[in-house]
């Protein structure tokens, strides 16, 4: 595998196909499987995914604690097993008022508590959660902390409420909609969803599966990893790179700056080629990712 089969794409999921089923063209256009991504998105919801290919897959946990921003469509007055499209309505009930649901809005924001979904691919006893459902079993999922940064109400054409929602990573929107639903004294399951940012990487920079060309869309994810918070970048003296590239132990000369305290440190050449990531910790040196050799 050659560097120019590594890095980053901003892919755009189209709804009624999975994650997996998107990110086969990018397998197929750069001939290998070594890709990650960041934050599956459901089959029926569509938007954004940053996906890392070749080497480069090794940088995809740096970008999986983004927070994210969703339009949603919520449905009141009926749930489904998975909370969305997949399954045919159940427990059909009273759709609430506009006035009712936007007073909901204000107490579901900020940091809380929030149970996955049964059908979900959190791990409960070592199995994924949908495959427990799947097979008749109710499963007792533990909450897990959230933050609902911000909820903005769009428009409401009852019993359809459409919101903007920027929130923390971890966070499920279907189980927003469901408890949204309950606390109006009804139920509410999600109609559509797309994820239009993580962090601030727009979906609006972003190719779809089938318009995806290695040329074109595959590019350097040393400017996104850049962007990420708690990453410093530091200029490597032009010297020390292949002594990096062979990940030989940093000294504190090969740096192209006065003093660095504990942290992450993005380690580039002059070009602003990242050649490796480095975490310096109680004066030790420690590499988390070392680019490929040209």
């Known amino acids: 595998m050659n560097s120019k089969q590594s890095g980053l794409v901003f892919l755009k999921k189209p709804s009624g196909i999975t994650s997996f089923q998107a990110l086969h063209a990018i397998k197929q256009s750069l001939g290998h499987g070594k890709i990650g991504h960041t934050g599956t998105l459901d089959k029926f919801a569509e938007g ?29 007055g009926a749930t489904t097993e998975t909370l969305d499209t997949e399954s045919p309505e159940i427990e059909q009930t009273t759709v609430p008022g506009i ?7 204000e107490n ?29 079993e109710h499963v007792e999922i533990p909450s897990r902390k959230i933050n609902l940064y911000s909820i903005e109400a769009l428009a409401w ?52 599966p089938a318009e995806f060309k290695p040329e074109q869309h595959l590019q350097s994810a040393t400017p996104a990893l850049l962007q990420l918070p708690g990453i ?32 992450l440190y993005a380690l580039v050449s002059s070009q602003g080629e990242l050649c490796a990531l480095a975490e310096l910790s109680d004066h030790k040196w420690k590499y988390r990712y070392v680019a490929e050799r040209n």
Do not use: M
């Open 48 to 76: 954004l995914l940053i996906v890392l290919a070749g080497k480069n897959t090794r940088l995809v946990p740096y970008f999986e604690g983004l927070d994210k921003t969703y339009l949603a469509d919520i449905r009141f």
């Open 99 to 105: 006035a009712d649901i936007e007073a909901q809005l």
């Open 108 to 136: 579901f924001q900020g940091e809380q508590e929030q149970i996955p979904p049964q059908y979900s691919a959190v791990h409960v006893d070592g199995r994924r959660a949908y495959q427990r459902t799947l097979q008749g």
């Open 157 to 208: 054409k009852e019993p359809v409420l459409s919101v903007r929602i920027h929130c923390s990573k971890g966070t499920y929107i279907r189980a927003f909609a469901r408890d949204l639903g309950v606390a109006c004294d009804s139920k509410a399951y999600l109609e559509g969803l797309q994820r239009t940012r993580i962090g601030h990487f727009d979906v609006s920079e972003a190719v779809e």
């Open 232 to 263: 410093t970048e530091v200029l490597l003296e032009e010297q020390s790179i292949p002594k990096v590239l062979n990940g030989n132990p940093i000294q504190p000369e090969w740096l192209n700056v006065q003093e660095v305290s504990d942290g």
